[in-house]
């Protein structure tokens, strides 16, 4: 079966060769049996990422590198998908903050056809989650706002580790609009609404698992920011009903 793999990345050159490195290595051994690629989405990056990925690339022919002029992890994921000829596509984050070993555990409902999409959760039972206290209560936040406002069952819309079937995305993505981190929020709450099916799967979570950086996420920014399209999000789904 055919899998990709996209990592996209925003000005990453402190980690990016490490996270390739560990993803192509974890690969090569964890997917013998599949035809694989690791595709890099280089989205307006003004760094050094692209240099080293291309570098990397050479050496590598399972990976693949993108480069997006507009950026946007909702954007260039959603371009990426509508594109894909793999039967079971996914992404992680660049920081690789869950760990690669919950990898296969998010592909297996998709490459079995027993699920449309995958998604990994935080919050589920067997997870095991190292963060600060501020990452904590505003994902604990938002998680219960989502299912206030869109009475939906899932805890964790934004873990950066999900997978879909690219040819059952290219049926919903016409709805799916958000061109940055909003995208997780309305790829599930969509694929719930549309009676798609929907895999849970926990996942080992560590910030600076790559021990270089902190987050570059501001979660206060990002929580007011999530409100409004959180709104208009339950507004589209009511008059789609």
Not at 5 to 29: M, T
Not at 42 to 49: C, E, H, L, P, Q
Not at 143 to 158: E, F, H, I, N, T
């Amino acid at each position: 079966m055919r899998l990709d793999i996209a990592i996209p990345a925003y000005n990453e050159e402190k980690i990016i060769a490490q996270s390739l490195d560990k993803v192509l290595s974890f690969c090569a051994q964890g997917f013998k049996e599949h035809d694989w690629a690791v595709s890099l989405l280089i989205n307006g990056s003004s760094d050094n990422t692209e240099k080293i990925a291309r570098a990397l690339a050479q050496k590598n022919p399972r990976l693949k590198v993108e480069v997006f002029l507009k950026g946007g992890r909702g954007r260039t994921l959603k371009q990426h998908w509508l594109n894909s000829e793999a039967e079971v596509a996914a992404y992680m984050d660049s920081d690789l903050a869950v760990d690669l070993e919950a990898l296969p555990r998010l592909l297996e409902p998709l490459i079995k056809k027993i699920k449309d999409i995958s998604v990994g959760s935080r919050f589920h039972p067997k997870a095991k989650v190292k963060r600060s206290f501020w990452r904590e209560f505003i994902s604990r936040g938002y998680s219960r706002l989502v299912r206030l406002v869109l009475a939906q069952p899932y805890k964790d819309l934004q873990c950066g580790f999900k997978a879909v079937r690219p040819q059952i995305f290219r049926t919903m993505a016409h709805k799916i609009n958000d061109k940055g981190w909003f995208f997780d929020t309305e790829l599930v709450a969509w694929g719930h609404y549309l009676g798609l099916r929907i895999a849970e799967v926990p996942v080992d979570w560590q910030e600076t698992r790559l021990g270089k950086r902190h987050t570059k996420v501001n979660f206060l920014k990002i929580a007011r920011e999530f409100i409004l399209p959180l709104i208009r999000l339950r507004r589209d789904i009511l008059i789609n009903k």
